[in-house]
T-cell receptor
Framework: TQLLEQSPQFLSIQEGENLTVYCNSS?????LQWYRQEPGEGPVLLVT?????EVKKLKRLTFQFGDARKDSSLHITAAQTGDTGLYLC?????????????FGKGTHLIIQP | NAGVMQNPRHLVRRRGQEARLRCSPM?????VYWYRQLPEEGLKFMVY????????ESGMPKERFSAEFPKEGPSILRIQQVVRGDSAAYFC?????????????FGSGTQLSVL
């Protein structure tokens, strides 16, 4: 079973600052997804990255997939209080006795006003 | 187009009782996944169902837990004789089909508390 390590586990910064969170794996990802989860709610998909070296942007969020497809990062520029939440990376496994998403434990992000 | 609906949002049970968690997938979705989230842990896959079929239950405990997705009606996750360790948030997700880069839509979850 692939192990997804996310770091840091907790991050608290001031509004307006930049930040980067990471997702690393012991083996190659087939594809990687990033989710954001707010308290009391289910995760919401932000992006899927598939190709090594791929970079995707979603407003102030930049997602990068490592060349070797074993790591990924999420960079937030000029963080806002609305960015507060739990950021999860996940890999989707299909077939072979393992279905569904395998999640990391997430990064708890708090943006202070 | 309504999203994935889960009910109840909160469920309190005493040890030994049964818990039934319901999930109505998005319209047009025939694939349902159940996940469990414990404090300080990530979401853990439990079971994957299509209409009337369990496809993969490798993440579901063998004892006391069962799931179904009947031809008509919501998917049900059933926990018999609940214990305190079953207290967690249970999330359901649905998708229209099974593909490599599957996009799952999650419900808001059911928070189960066992007293």
């Amino acid at each position: 079973t692939q192990l997804l390590e996310q770091s840091p586990q907790f991050l608290s910064i001031q509004e307006g600052e930049n930040l980067t969170v990471y997702c690393n794996s012991s083996s190659v990802f087939s594809s990687l997804q990033w989710y954001r989860q707010e308290p009391g709610e289910g995760p919401v998909l932000l992006v899927t990255v598939v190709t090594g070296g791929e970079v995707k942007k979603l407003k102030r969020l930049t997602f990068q997939f490592g060349d070797a497809r074993k790591d990924s990062s999420l960079h937030i520029t000029a963080a806002q209080t609305g960015d507060t939440g739990l950021y999860l990376c996940a890999e989707f496994l299909s077939g072979g006795g393992a279905d569904g998403l395998t999640f990391g434990k997430g990064t708890h992000l708090i943006i202070q006003p | 187009n309504a999203g994935v609906m889960q009910n109840p949002r909160h469920l309190v049970r005493r040890r030994g009782q049964e818990a039934r968690l319901r999930c109505s997938p998005m319209k047009g979705h025939s694939h349902v996944y159940w996940y469990r989230q414990l404090p300080e842990e990530g979401l853990k896959f439990m079971v994957y169902l299509q209409k009337e079929n369990i496809i993969d239950e490798s993440g579901m405990p063998k004892e006391r837990f069962s799931a179904e997705f009947p031809k008509e009606g919501p998917s049900i996750l059933r926990i018999q004789q609940v214990v305190r360790g079953d207290s967690a948030a249970y999330f359901c997700a649905s998708s229209p089909d099974r593909s490599t880069n599957e996009k799952l839509f999650f419900g808001s979850g059911t928070q189960l508390s066992v007293l």
